[in-house]
């Protein structure tokens, strides 16, 4: 079995990453933030705000047109987070563009983690590549979109609210159900925001920590192929795709594959 073993890959070496990484310190922050009400996709609204920042935010209290990967929809009544981070590609060198839906997924499981009762905490998992999963129901998604010299990250965070799945998706969850306190939105929003903009992790270390809160023992399945196979996860390796292994014992590398 090849989980990541970080001792096997003690050294990266990525001989095309752009340099510096983090970016030079004396380099100025270039930011911009919008709290909007209602919007259609805080996608769409963030691609208004892009002009030249190294990040942005766009985050808004609902949506009438929230979207999920592969044209699916994502519910989004009021009382939960719908937000879309943009990240400038000069903030993305190579080794941090290929574990950035790892990253992502990080983010969203520390801050959500700290901020549940700790009984609860222990039900809060990550699904490759970063759904954050709250006793084996979907509690937030993130969708990452390309925009010019950007990548977009949106992440819905099921908060106050579960919606009913009615589409053939997994159900849901919500972090009042794992103890979140009313009222944390906001902060959960900017510690989302203020951790991509600090990222200084190396990969080797975004991996292990992504292991760690991933359940390995659930069964997952493959949403958009024909009968929606059963899969096992296997291992995750340095470029973040995901090993699984089929019920008649093949093993296949997904690198970009829903799981239900
Ligand atoms: C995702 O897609 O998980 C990415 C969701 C990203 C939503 C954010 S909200 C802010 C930003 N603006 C947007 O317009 N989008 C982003 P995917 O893995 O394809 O999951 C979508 C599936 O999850 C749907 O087909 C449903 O089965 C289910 N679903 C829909 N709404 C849900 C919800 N609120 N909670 C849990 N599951 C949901």
Redesign the pocket.
């Known amino acids: 079995m090849a989980r990541y073993d970080a001792s096997r890959h003690s050294t990266f070496t990525y001989p095309n990453a752009p340099l510096p990484f983090p970016p030079a310190r004396n380099h100025p922050l270039i930011t911009s933030e919008l709290r909007l009400a209602s919007v259609v ?3 769409d609204a963030a691609r208004e705000l892009a002009t030249t920042q190294d990040y942005l935010l766009v985050s808004a209290e609902t ?1 009438s ?6 044209g ?5 009544p009021p009382g ?1 987070i ?3 981070v943009g990240i400038h590609r000069r903030r993305l060198p190579a080794p941090r563009l290929a574990l950035l839906p790892l990253e992502l997924g990080l983010h969203l499981w520390e801050e959500s983690a700290s901020r549940v009762t700790e009984e609860a905490r222990s039900g809060l998992k990550l699904k490759w590549p970063n ?1 954050l999963l709250y006793q084996g129901r ?2 937030a ?3 990452v979109e390309s925009f010019g010299d950007y990548l977009m990250a ?3 965070i ?1 908060v106050a609210a ?2 009913e ?1 009615t ?4 159900p ?1 969850a919500c972090l009042a159900e794992a103890g979140i306190p009313p009222g944390s939105r906001e902060a959960l929003v900017e510690g989302i925001y203020q951790r991509i903009r600090a990222a200084e992790s190396d990969p080797e270390s975004i991996l292990l920590a992504w292991q760690a809160k991933v359940d390995w023992d659930r069964p997952v399945r493959l949403r958009d192929r024909e009968g929606s196979p059963k899969v096992t996860a296997v291992s995750v390796n340095r470029h973040g795709h995901l090993l699984v292994r089929h019920g008649n014992g093949t093993e296949e590398w997904l690198v970009s594959e ?1 799981l239900l």
């Open positions: 996709s805080t996608m949506q047109g929230g979207k999920g990967t592969r699916r929809a994502w519910r989004s939960n719908y937000m879309t759904d979907k509690t998604g993130i969708l949106g992440f819905g099921n579960a919606p799945v589409d053939g998706g997994a849901a829903y």
